[in-house]
């Protein structure tokens, strides 16, 4: 029994070092992919500045991009909305459950490392066979025996199958963490945007009120003409159907303001019954005339989408080693101690302590190929994981040249629709002017206000779109979320 159970003691130690002389573990070890090499965004270089004059947005290479990006716009109204949707957004809440959810899978699989003990207590009442002998001290038929155990297990990770289990389960948590920042960048993203189409589809609504009214006022000044027979009734019935196609571009837009206002509400976490929104206007949100722009090789460590996909990959490298060791030993040590009196009093005391020490290696030696085709779909996944990192980084990429153009786009298109614009409420003005004298038909003012019409409406349409643009180069170079912790230290008294 001695040699046996010094046998025991002297495996111990060789499986020990062995545990301490794995310095490798099974699978690839990640490494980050290299950034870009590019160091711009356009196959062609970008004006340092977008636009002329006053309204002109200076693009800085490499300036880092605002936690608060949003506040660049300058609207206290549109700050509480933010606040708000980052305080009741459920898509939010749900990812934020999400990234709790794994961080507490990964505190989980940490144990596994370990070891792990059980304590037991058991009572039972026997009664043996006449014809065997009773354990009871008294030599009774019944006897109640009381076991109490304590056993301990550890599986040493020799090949690194549970640090590569851990390793994945630390890299999907941080997929996790970045698809949150998404959520988050989506969210506010959203709700700048919404404001910035509420407070265009407002400006045109608005527009269009002012040209229904000037071509009633048209029609009623025909009609009084047309009573004193210096008009004939065509031009009033043409006045009337010019007037009523104004009228008719109206409840649209209004259709428009209201499902924009209830999109707003949702992205506050609110049901549009319940929402009590603020009415923006394009003249109170400030054009942030200086935009930062990041450099490729830090797009790739600024995008949550590209900073998930990377931990994707990295979570798909680490499933490669679990398989790989899932092919190889494992070993287990197992060790209990414990007493057995049937005397509750006797616990522990002479004759009733038992224990024992263990040790285990187990091999796969047929699977029919299982687990080698587990270890090849690992592989097949990893290939796909970095096809789908290649191809996030490209279209983040794409994101941002396509904002880049379209902004450049936005201003060339603002600076016409402007002009054309004021030349259009200059050709109105003349042609009523020339109408009054008679040197006009009054088709020539009709056509003039049309044309003023559609260049009111363009106008405004094109702020929208380079305010929205503007936000959306905030969007596609990531929304600052990397600097959170900053602004929180900053912050702090």
């Given at each position: 029994?001695?040699?046996?159970?010094?046998?025991?003691?002297?495996?111990?130690?060789?499986?020990?070092?062995?545990?301490?002389?794995?310095?490798?573990?099974?699978?690839?070890?990640?490494?980050?992919?290299?950034?870009?090499?590019?160091?711009?965004?356009?196959?062609?270089?970008?004006?340092?500045?977008?636009?002329?004059?006053?309204?002109?947005?200076?693009?800085?290479?490499?300036?880092?991009?605002?936690?608060?990006?949003?506040?660049?716009?300058?609207?206290?109204?549109?700050?509480?909305?933010?606040?708000?949707?980052?305080?009741?957004?459920?898509?939010?809440?749900?990812?934020?459950?999400?990234?709790?959810?794994?961080?507490?899978?990964?505190?989980?699989?940490?144990?596994?490392?370990?070891?792990?003990?059980?304590?037991?207590?058991?009572?039972?009442?026997?009664?043996?066979?006449?014809?065997?002998?009773?354990?009871?001290?008294?030599?009774?038929?019944?006897?109640?025996?009381?076991?109490?155990?304590?056993?301990?297990?550890?599986?040493?990770?020799?090949?690194?199958?549970?640090?590569?289990?851990?390793?994945?389960?630390?890299?999907?948590?941080?997929?996790?963490?970045?698809?949150?920042?998404?959520?988050?960048?989506?969210?506010?993203?959203?709700?700048?945007?919404?404001?910035?189409?509420?407070?265009?589809?407002?400006?045109?609504?608005?527009?269009?009120?002012?040209?229904?009214?000037?071509?009633?006022?048209?029609?009623?000044?025909?009609?009084?003409?047309?009573?004193?027979?210096?008009?004939?009734?065509?031009?009033?019935?043409?006045?009337?159907?010019?007037?009523?196609?104004?009228?008719?571009?109206?409840?649209?837009?209004?259709?428009?303001?209201?499902?924009?206002?209830?999109?707003?509400?949702?992205?506050?976490?609110?049901?549009?019954?319940?929402?009590?929104?603020?009415?923006?206007?394009?003249a109170d949100l400030h054009l942030p005339d200086?935009?930062?722009?990041?450099?490729?090789?830090?797009?790739?460590?600024?995008?949550?989408?590209?900073?998930?996909?990377?931990?994707?990959?990295?979570?798909a490298s680490a499933q490669v080693g679990v398989?790989?060791?899932?092919?190889?030993?494992?070993?287990?040590?197992?060790?209990?101690?414990?007493?057995?009196?049937?005397?509750?009093?006797?616990?522990?005391?002479?004759?009733?302590?038992?224990?024992?020490?263990?040790?285990?290696?187990?091999?796969?030696?047929?699977?029919?190929?299982?687990?080698?085709?587990?270890?090849?779909?690992?592989?097949?996944?990893?290939?796909?994981?970095?096809?789908?990192?290649?191809?996030?980084?490209?279209?983040?990429?794409?994101?941002?040249?396509?904002?880049?153009?379209?902004?450049?786009?936005?201003?060339?298109?603002?600076?016409?629709?402007?002009?054309?614009?004021?030349?259009?409420?200059?050709?109105?003005?003349?042609?009523?002017?020339?109408?009054?004298?008679?040197?006009?038909?009054?088709?020539?003012?009709?056509?003039?206000?049309?044309?003023?019409?559609?260049?009111?409406?363009?106008?405004?349409?094109?702020?929208?779109?380079r305010y929205s643009d503007t936000a959306a180069?905030?969007?596609?170079?990531?929304?600052?979320?990397?600097?959170?912790?900053?602004?929180?230290?900053?912050?702090?008294?």
């Amino acid at each position: 029994m001695k040699t046996s159970i010094h046998r025991t003691f002297r495996a111990l130690p060789i499986l020990a070092g062995a545990t301490l002389l794995a310095g490798c573990m099974a699978g690839p070890d990640f490494h980050r992919p290299a950034a870009p090499e590019t160091d711009r965004y356009t196959a062609q270089p970008l004006p340092a500045a977008i636009g002329e004059g006053s309204g002109a947005q200076r693009l800085v290479a490499g300036m880092d991009v605002p936690a608060q990006w949003w506040t660049l716009f300058r609207s206290p109204q549109l700050d509480a909305l933010i606040r708000q949707s980052l305080k009741a957004n459920p898509g939010l809440a749900a990812a934020q459950a999400s990234l709790r959810q794994a961080q507490e899978g990964l505190a989980a699989g940490k144990g596994a490392l370990y070891p792990a003990a059980t304590a037991d207590y058991n009572v039972t009442r026997q009664r043996i066979a006449g014809t065997l002998a009773s354990p009871a001290a008294s030599g009774y038929d019944y006897y109640t025996l009381h076991t109490a155990q304590l056993s301990v297990s550890w599986a040493p990770d020799l090949f690194g199958g549970n640090r590569r289990q851990l390793e994945a389960l630390r890299a999907q948590t941080n997929v996790q963490r970045y698809q949150l920042e998404a959520a988050r960048l989506s969210l506010t993203s959203n709700v700048v945007v919404a404001a910035i189409q509420q407070a265009g589809l407002r400006a045109q609504i608005e527009a269009t009120q002012k040209i229904i009214a000037n071509q009633q006022e048209t029609l009623d000044s025909f009609q009084r003409q047309l009573k004193l027979g210096q008009l004939a009734q065509a031009d009033v019935a043409a006045q009337q159907a010019t007037l009523a196609q104004a009228q008719a571009t109206l409840p649209p837009l209004q259709k428009q303001l209201d499902q924009q206002n209830d999109a707003l509400a949702a992205l506050l976490g609110l049901a549009p019954a319940d929402a009590r929104l603020p009415a923006f206007d394009l003249a109170d949100l400030h054009l942030p005339d200086t935009l930062p722009l990041s450099l490729p090789s830090q797009l790739v460590a600024q995008r949550p989408d590209v900073r998930a996909a990377e931990a994707q990959l990295h979570a798909a490298s680490a499933q490669v080693g679990v398989a790989a060791a899932n092919r190889l030993p494992k070993f287990t040590l197992n060790a209990s101690a414990g007493s057995s009196p049937t005397d509750i009093g006797n616990l522990f005391s002479h004759g009733t302590v038992f224990w024992n020490l263990g040790a285990d290696v187990a091999q796969p030696l047929f699977d029919a190929g299982s687990l080698k085709h587990q270890q090849r779909a690992a592989e097949a996944a990893l290939d796909g994981a970095r096809a789908q990192y290649r191809g996030t980084v490209i279209a983040a990429l794409q994101n941002v040249a396509d904002t880049l153009y379209a902004l450049k786009a936005d201003a060339n298109g603002l600076q016409a629709a402007q002009t054309a614009e004021q030349a259009a409420a200059r050709s109105l003005a003349i042609n009523r002017q020339q109408f009054a004298l008679g040197d006009v038909s009054h088709l020539a003012v009709l056509q003039a206000e049309q044309a003023w019409q559609q260049a009111e409406i363009a106008l405004v349409q094109a702020r929208v779109n380079r305010y929205s643009d503007t936000a959306a180069l905030f969007q596609a170079l990531g929304g600052g979320w990397w600097q959170h912790e900053k602004t929180a230290s900053t912050q702090s008294p």
